[in-house]
């Protein structure tokens, strides 16, 4: 009678455990196989959506960053070359300004010759 009281006690214990085992189990599966919550689809759709809205820009970003690292590089050599131009157009204006002043002694000088016959 032992036994068999101790076999029962055994097989009680086991479907006590095993039903804490498949409890959680179910409700795992119902929830994977129940339909998903009515506002659930439209939020996955705007993730999906986010995330493919996100991973364009992310593509425009580094095209941007190229183009700009690009600009950087050519304001630089502009700012290189600046002085040199401004000097050069600095020595430019200096000639240009004698070249004025020698017409215009040219042109009083002609003038002069025009009066005098």
């Known amino acids: 009678m ?14 006590s455990n095993l039903k804490w085992i498949i409890l959680p ?12 919550c009515p506002g659930q689809q439209a939020m996955q759709q705007q993730i999906e959506t986010l995330t493919t809205t996100n991973t364009d820009l ?12 690009g600009l950087t590089n050519e304001m630089n050599q502009v700012k290189q070359i600046l ?5 050069l157009l600095t020595s430019q204006k200096t000639v240009l300004d004698q070249l004025d002043s020698s017409v215009k002694d040219l042109q009083a000088k002609a003038k002069n010759l025009k009066k005098k016959k």
Not at 25 to 36: E, R, W
Not at 58 to 69: D, S, Y
């Open 2 to 15: 032992k036994k068999t009281h101790l076999k029962s006690n055994a097989i009680l214990n086991l479907k």
């Open 25 to 36: 189990a179910a409700f795992a599966a119902m929830g994977i196989a129940m339909p998903s």
């Open 58 to 69: 992310n593509k425009k970003v580094q095209v941007l960053t190229t183009q700009l690292n």
């Open 83 to 87: 002085p040199q131009v401004t000097s």
